[in-house]
């Protein structure tokens, strides 16, 4: 049977420390079609990561290979380590119809849009940079000069996000999180989402 619904497609990028990771817990945990694009890392794990759910964790060598073989539907170098979606894995979500959401950096978003013709891409950005700073330094979890680069990066960031189709202003988590779910509540209606119900409506006529 041809299937009705096609999977959309949810491309998240914000700068650190903007409530992105918050608000894709809480889509996904919402609505369980929609399937997490496992990247790889040469990132060392962090406590509570769990290896092939969130990252797929590897050595420097071993990504470098993957690269080198064409393993990656995008990659990039994001605050000295490597990132990169595996290819197959994208394919095969959307041939089940699923939802997939990419949790990537800019410069992996811009060259997903090339290579992928559908996908809503949104933007999450801080209400100001204050807010932003105020935001790092709570977290207490990055040494200060660690702050310094994700602020210089946040900068280049937001620069890139006038590629976007959506942005999203995160200063009332809730609110910001009611935008989200719109987001792909209507990407889910896209008649370019729905092939299959036109085309068995008009075949009942
Ligand atoms: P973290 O190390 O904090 O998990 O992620 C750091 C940054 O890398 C985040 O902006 C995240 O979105 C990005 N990132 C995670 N996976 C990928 C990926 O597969 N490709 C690219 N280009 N960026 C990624």
């Given amino acids: 049977m041809k299937i009705e619904r096609r999977g959309v ?5 914000a700068p650190s420390g903007t409530g992105k990771s918050t ?3 809480r889509l996904m945990k919402e609505y369980s079609n929609i399937a997490f694009s496992v990247s790889c890392t040469t ?3 962090r406590a509570g990561e769990v290896d092939g759910k969130d990252y797929h964790f590897l050595d420097k060598d071993e990504f470098l290979r993957r690269r080198d073989a064409g393993f ?3 990659w990039a170098n994001v605050h000295d380590n490597f990132y990169g979606t595996p290819k197959q894995a994208t394919l095969d979500f959307l041939e089940q119809g699923r939802d997939l959401l990419f949790d990537i950096d800019v410069q992996g978003a811009n060259q997903l849009r090339q290579n992928l013709a559908q996908g809503a891409y949104i933007f999450i950005v801080p209400p100001s940079k ?3 700073v105020e935001r790092l330094v709570g977290r207490a979890t990055d040494a200060p000069e660690v702050i310094a680069r994700r602020l210089d990066n946040a900068r280049a960031e937001l620069n890139e996000a006038r590629h976007f189709d959506y942005i999203i202003v995160n200063d009332v988590l809730e609110l910001a999180y009611y935008d989200l779910r719109a987001i792909y509540l209507a990407e889910r209606t896209k008649r370019e ?3 299959g119900v036109l085309d068995r409506l008009l075949a009942e006529w």
């Fill in 43 to 45: 990132r060392k794990p």
């Fill in 9 to 13: 497609i949810l491309v998240i990028c």
């Fill in 23 to 25: 608000l894709i817990k």
């Fill in 130 to 132: 204050k807010v932003l």
């Fill in 193 to 195: 989402s729905l092939p």
């Fill in 72 to 74: 990656f539907a995008e």
